[in-house]
């Protein structure tokens, strides 16, 4: 509901870059597979600036995931889940303020299943 602070900006949300990396490991003999996501994403507009206010930014960070499965006896599988192993901080800043600090966490899942 204000003036907007710049008439030129990048698009709100979008980032400059984005890059992937995918690291695979496929073992048959073992019956063993594991995935490795790096996940990088730079900085971008999460809110428009208004009344002289200063755009505000969620700063560049990465995320790094490990998936691995396998497979033991005829009828047996596991599956593990590592999910933002780096935990970064992501912050979000308006001019040289920072607005917001967060850190998701890591997660872990482990799974068995079996056919029958």
Sequence with gaps: S???????RPLQGQSPYLANLQLEYNNK???VKGTMLLNLLGRRITGVGVDERPDEYQEQYSQLDLVMSGKFQENYQ???KLKNILDPEIRRTMGDEVTRRLRRGPSLSV???AQI
Excluded: H, P, V
């Excluded at 204000?2 to 030129?8: D, H, I, K, R, V």
């Design 111 to 113: 799974g068995l299943s």
């Design 2 to 8: 204000g003036q907007l602070t710049s008439s030129e």
């Design 29 to 31: 003999d073992l019956g």
């Design 78 to 80: 596991w599956k593990l």
